[in-house]
């Protein structure tokens, strides 16, 4: 299958009374193996980077795509508060159409441009039941686009699915005619022809339509023109690298102290009163045993007083822990001398007096007492 010209599909661009972005490629599908597409998440991306009172100017040449996606990225351009201005620089095809068809924003076509509507398609694999599904998914996506069709266009319902279900190509003047774009664009020629019997090449990008129908010759120049050049606007740039670019310049305190030094003070103060506040807390928590606790958490790994609380209480039972295993293993040694002391030689005998038992019982719990504050 012959490839496109592999190049970045989504850009964007700030200006100082404008914003431009590019959408040039399929959506969400591949329609080459290492081929890109952009998608709503980008487009998501994109916008967080844009100044939502600053108009925006979209150039796209797209085959279409996903329609989820689609509507997804309506969904996105939607909330945009600013005017948006999209232009049509080459193909809007399919699924690319739901976001030229969006419902505030001016859409303009440049000459020679093509723009195309169907159905949604979908392959499917399963039982009848699975299948049934996956029919009433696509019914439901073709309300969608009809409805945003309609809204559009002014076009009824009836004419618009008649348009869709004869998958319907039309050329930059008709698109307008129809209600799908609002004016053309003359200041430029778009060139459109037919790579081969399925590749059409349109403003320098090439789209492979082996399974649509195909637009007219009379909408197609008869072959390649000299010296085909793409309609963008703006210089393609990965959208990641423009984003980044062009996200607000990070805060310094030394930035922040030049700009706004009442602010500065303000927070200085807060946070000295802040660390007083947990320096405070920490002393009245220092109980002696968990000292070097305190200590550490003070001045080498700041932590707060319910921090060391907690750690406090892990290491008092870790040495509870210690101090419990000790006086067992105590007293099972002192157990274990006396045991031996009843079998020695001149160890009291078995049927001794009652006292004298008493009496070795009280040296017992006496060597017991000095183990630790041993009680009885």
């Not at 095809?93 to 976001?99: E, K, Q, R, V, W």
């Not at 009442?262 to 200085?268: G, M, N, P």
């Not at 006396?338 to 017992?364: F, H, M, T």
């Amino acid at each position: 299958m012959p490839k496109t010209e592999l190049r970045p599909i989504l850009a964007i661009q700030e200006k100082e009374e404008i914003t431009i972005l590019n959408f040039f490629g399929p959506i969400a599908e591949k329609w080459f193996e290492d081929e890109k597409c952009f998608d709503e998440a980008e487009v998501a991306k994109a916008f967080a980077a844009v100044n939502p009172n600053k108009p925006i100017d979209i150039y796209i040449n797209s085959p279409g795509g996903s329609v989820a996606s689609a509507l997804a990225i309506n969904g996105i351009l939607s909330r945009h508060k600013a005017g948006i201005t999209i232009h049509v620089t080459g193909l809007a095809a399919s699924a690319a159409t739901l976001i030229t068809s969006l419902k505030n924003a001016k859409t303009v076509i440049s000459k020679g441009s093509l723009f195309m509507i169907h159905n949604p398609m979908s392959s499917a694999y399963g039982n009848a039941e699975e299948l049934e599904k996956q029919i009433d998914v696509l019914n439901k996506c073709a309300e969608s686009m009809r409805s945003i069709y309609m809204e559009k266009s002014g076009l009824d319902e009836k004419e618009i699915k008649s348009l869709m279900d004869a998958e319907t190509w039309f050329t930059a003047e008709e698109a307008v005619e129809k209600g799908f774009a609002d004016e053309i664009d003359n200041s430029e020629q778009v060139s459109a022809y037919m790579k081969d019997d399925h590749i059409l090449a349109i403003a320098g990008k090439e789209w492979d339509l082996q399974n649509l129908r195909k637009p007219s010759k009379e909408m197609l120049m008869s072959k390649k023109p000299e010296d085909p050049k793409p309609a963008a606007k703006v210089e393609d740039t990965q959208i990641v690298a423009k984003a980044e670019e062009h996200k607000t310049e990070a805060m310094t305190a030394e930035k922040l102290n030049a700009e706004h030094p009442d602010l500065f003070k303000a927070i200085v103060a807060e946070a000295v009163q802040s660390e007083r506040k947990r320096i405070q807390s920490l002393s009245e928590i220092d109980n002696g045993a968990n000292h070097d606790l305190v200590m550490k958490a003070m001045f080498e790994e700041p932590m707060t007083a319910e921090q060391v609380a907690i750690e406090t209480i892990k290491m008092q039972k870790s040495q509870s822990d210690k101090h419990a295993k000790a006086l067992t293993e105590d007293a099972q040694a002192l157990a274990g001398d006396l045991a031996g002391a009843d079998n020695a030689e001149g160890a009291l005998p078995q049927d001794k007096d009652a006292e004298s038992r008493a009496q070795l019982v009280a040296a017992v719990h006496s060597q017991l007492a000095k183990i630790n504050g041993y009680k009885k």
